[in-house]
């Protein structure tokens, strides 16, 4: 119950404008307070779903591990108000890398559908 209180609490002293708490304060208050998940039970449950999916859906490991990288792109450009600099560096990579990975990407995309 402390740990709600203390929650609601940060959130009101985050809030900006308004007098009554949204979904997007508590979004907004989990960003803030989120701390990095270096657990290795964490790395283990992610292998093993992985792992569940390439069996399963027949998949090579260079594929699965596209396809896994792809969607970090994806989530990574979906972050709002970032820089491709403040983005290169939440995922431990340089710049330039990341933009050959958006450039990549978007080909991949402008490519597939010039084929359909």
């Known amino acids: 119950m402390r740990e709600l209180?203390?929650?609601?609490?940060?959130m009101l002293f985050l809030k900006m404008d308004?007098?009554?708490?949204?979904?997007?304060?508590w979004i907004a208050q989990e960003e803030e307070t989120a701390e990095p998940v270096r657990s290795d039970a964490a790395?283990?449950?992610?292998?093993?779903i992985l792992w569940s999916m390439m069996l399963k859906n027949n998949l090579t490991f260079r594929s699965l591990i596209k396809s896994v990288e792809e969607q970090l792109l994806e989530k990574a450009l979906e972050t709002k108000g970032k820089?491709?600099?403040e983005l290169?560096?939440?995922l431990h990579t340089?710049?330039?890398t990341l933009?050959?990975?958006i450039r990549a990407r978007r080909d991949g995309v402008t490519q597939q559908s010039v084929a359909n």
């Not at 308004?18 to 304060?25: P, V």
């Open 18 to 25: 308004g007098d009554t708490l949204t979904h997007a304060d």
């Open 99 to 101: 933009y050959h990975k």
């Open 83 to 85: 820089t491709r600099r």
């Open 88 to 90: 290169a560096q939440l």
């Open 5 to 10: 209180e203390n929650t609601v609490q940060r």
């Open 94 to 96: 340089s710049e330039r």
């Open 43 to 48: 790395v283990d449950d992610a292998m093993k």
